[in-house]
């Protein structure tokens, strides 16, 4: 296996570590759909990076075409789940743009599976060499498979101006958004590249670590602020807890102290009858006209 193929099987046991990873965050936390999205974006970038590998090491042109296709379906998978990725991340609630890129996605995995976007063939008058890498085969693009491939860009284009709008106005956003324009100009170049048939150096399996490790570095920024906030929320709720408890107990003894002051009422209403009765006999004994026998 060559170094550049070698690199780029590293790359995808990366994708597929950041994939397993955040897909199990999102588990943990159902709330936090950017997780998810990142995570299948991840996965599919592995995907591509191993048809890359493949790419790279291919000894025939039949090999060649397969590791073609299936760049090709990472390529137009990861493209949607950008697009879905930078909704998310910026916070958009329309979904019309993210189902319209998984169209675009699905129509163009089923065209790729039927192997209508890569030519089993090559046109040697049609290339020349930039950068002599990797396997000398290099399957040119069927005109479906440049239109999929531009829209795949165009979906990247989409999701980095969506990032591109929220970023005047958040910090998360504008560090992204470095990574986004990164990926939108490799992704670019590597089309070039093959609309242009010139042999060289694929960029986009490289550029997406960067781009992951600015989203990595945004997503777990953020889940430390939410856990701050969490733990600063629980103990907030603590000591609410605790005030309601002491005025939950200063009300009981209120009640207390007011039963005891009705039980006592109601004695003093029942010693007070007899009282009276006793204290009517009393002054009828000391009336003087009472006789000493009635007396």
Do not use: W
Not at 139 to 150: H, I, M, N, Q
Not at 199 to 213: G, I, P
């Amino acid at each position: 296996m060559s170094p550049l193929a070698t690199l780029c099987a590293a790359f995808t046991a990366v994708y597929a570590y950041l994939c397993a990873y955040y897909s199990l965050l999102y588990a943990r936390r159902r709330a936090e759909r950017e997780y998810l999205a990142f995570g299948l974006l991840s996965g599919a970038m592995a995907v591509y990076a191993l048809g890359a590998c493949l790419y790279l090491d291919a000894s025939s042109l039949r090999k060649a075409v397969h590791a073609s296709e299936l760049s090709l379906f990472g390529l137009m998978t990861a493209a949607a789940l950008f697009v879905d990725f930078a909704h998310h991340i910026s916070g958009k609630a329309s979904q019309r743009m993210p189902r319209l890129a998984y169209g675009l996605s699905f129509a163009g995995s089923l065209t790729n599976a039927a192997g209508l976007l890569v030519q089993d063939s090559v046109s040697h008058s049609q290339r020349f060499t930039l950068v002599d890498v990797g396997s000398p085969f290099m399957p040119e693009l069927t005109s479906l498979g440049a239109v999929f491939s531009s829209l795949s860009v165009f979906c990247l284009a989409y999701g980095t101006m969506v990032i591109m709008s929220r970023a005047r106005a958040d910090v998360d956003a504008r560090i992204v958004l470095s990574g986004a324009v990164l990926l939108l100009l490799t992704a670019s170049h590597d089309l070039a590249l093959r609309l242009l048939h010139v042999r060289s150096v694929f960029l986009l399996e490289h550029s997406f670590l960067l781009f992951a490790l600015t989203v990595s570095y945004v997503l777990l920024e953020r889940f430390v602020r939410t856990a701050n906030a969490l733990t600063s929320r629980t103990l907030e709720l603590r000591r609410s807890f605790n005030e309601l408890r002491d005025a939950q107990e200063q009300l009981l003894r209120k009640e207390q102290l007011a039963t005891m002051g009705e039980l006592s009422a109601v004695i003093a209403h029942e010693v007070r009858n007899p009282l009276a009765i006793i204290k009517n006999a009393v002054s009828g004994l000391h009336r003087p006209t009472l006789r000493d026998g009635d007396r």
